[in-house]
């Protein structure tokens, strides 16, 4: 199986259990800042996002979204190899990993922000799922 640099890191985080799920990633490899939705309440297809909620602004969308693909297309590898199990993860939210953009500059300083569609159309399917490591796992990491 061909992995990238960037995926090899990422499965030794697997296996070291530092990255079990979307979330787990998102926070540790694709440099977002956090922020309050100061704005309105959002209704989306991934759910509602309240004002004052914390979330999290990429800081270059096109580096987390290329991030996250890597991401993805390597939980795929995985599972189809048998080195990971996935498995759901309990909700604790009512809507998907609150990631935002930063739309534009507005009063004070502060950023208008929205729910980042782009991201949260790859990660629905993926937010209430956990990567479990099978013992195989270990075997590619080592090599």
């Known amino acids: 199986m061909y992995l990238s ?4 890191e990422i499965l030794k985080s697997i296996s070291q259990q530092k990255i079990k799920n979307v979330e787990n990633f998102l ?9 309050l939705n100061e704005g309105v309440t959002f209704g989306t297809n991934f759910g509602q996002y309240n004002a004052g ?17 890597e991401f993805i297309i390597l939980w795929d590898k995985l599972e189809k ?3 990971i199990i996935t498995v759901p993860r309990e909700r604790t939210f009512q809507y998907t990993f609150p ?3 930063r739309d534009c500059l507005y009063h004070n300083q502060h950023y208008k922000t929205a729910p980042l569609e782009t991201i949260l159309i790859i ?3 993926r937010e209430y799922k956990e ?5 195989e796992l270990l075997i590619p990491v080592e090599n």
């Not at 490899?29 to 922020?35: G, S, V």
């Not at 909620?53 to 693909?69: D, G």
Request: glycine share 2%.
């Open 5 to 8: 640099e960037f995926q090899k």
């Open 27 to 35: 926070r540790y490899y694709c440099d977002l800042d956090e922020a």
């Open 53 to 69: 909620i914390k979330v999290f602004i990429p800081k270059n969308i096109i580096f987390a979204e290329n991030q996250l693909k």
């Open 81 to 83: 190899e048998g080195l």
């Open 99 to 101: 990631i935002f953009s």
């Open 123 to 125: 990660i629905k399917d």
């Open 131 to 135: 990567i479990v490591s099978t013992l």
